[in-house]
């Protein structure tokens, strides 16, 4: 068993996470977490100076900075623009 599924485990036996195991947890860096510590941009715990993160507060957090994914074809049509057919002349198409 990697390392990686060492620390998962660990995660998932746990309520409260440290900063390390969270990092590993989001596979994102130590240094990017304290910055969103820092601004208030995730939510957390402090016990001294130690950082903790609340694992269903964490997962909860993630779901509400989910984008939405927008379909191809809708990406095509707004940069293309409406389609129009060209307009048929039927007298001078009879002639």
């Excluded at 596979?27 to 694992?55: A, D, S």
């Amino acid at each position: 068993m990697g390392d990686a599924q060492k620390a998962e485990q660990f995660i998932q036996g746990n309520e409260f996470l440290a900063i390390q195991d969270l990092s590993v947890h989001l596979k994102i860096k130590v240094k990017t977490l304290y910055c969103l510590v820092e601004e208030n941009r995730i939510p957390h715990y402090r016990v001294g100076k130690l950082i903790r993160f609340k694992r269903s507060e964490i997962d909860a957090w993630m779901e509400g900075n989910k984008k939405g994914c927008v379909a191809s074809e809708q990406v095509a049509r707004k940069a293309l623009g409406p389609v129009r057919k060209p307009k048929i002349d039927i007298d001078r198409v009879a002639r």
